[in-house]
């Protein structure tokens, strides 16, 4: 029972010794990567509102904003459509492609150039 204990306790100090501590996160080999990187902890944490993936040359982010508004976007990024008079998922659906499609006809024609990953429109 003694060996049992004493291989136990030097088991757990093997496994320890491959952990860091980062981002107030005990980071080891089972530790998923975005809680031991400060950038990615960043990025998962708070993610940016689609709208701001749409850049364009010498443009400010206060001007930005306001392109992106005037679009019909949301000051923080987001966007959502208009509430259908129908409340079904496909009503719903087809108001959210309908929203997408005009602020990406209304991005490009500000000069943006969408910067993301996606974009369901596409």
């Known amino acids: ?26 980071c080891g080999p089972q530790t998923p990567q975005a809680y031991c990187d400060r950038e990615a902890y960043e ?13 364009k040359p010498d443009k400010t982010v206060e001007g930005w904003r306001s392109d ?5 976007g949301r000051p923080n990024g987001d966007y959502s459509p208009d509430k259908p008079e129908d409340s079904s998922d496909e009503a719903f659906q087809k108001a959210f ?3 997408q499609s005009y602020l990406w006809a209304c991005m490009t024609s500000k000069n943006y150039h969408f910067t993301g990953k996606y974009w369901t429109y596409r």
């Open 68 to 72: 992106w508004v005037s679009c019909g």
């Open 43 to 55: 990025r998962l944490m708070h993610p940016k509102g689609i709208g701001e993936y749409w850049e």
């Open 1 to 26: 029972m003694n060996y049992l204990v004493k291989a136990a306790v030097v088991l757990c100090l093997i496994s320890l010794m491959a952990c860091t501590i980062g981002n107030g996160h005990i």
């Open 97 to 99: 492609k309908k929203k």
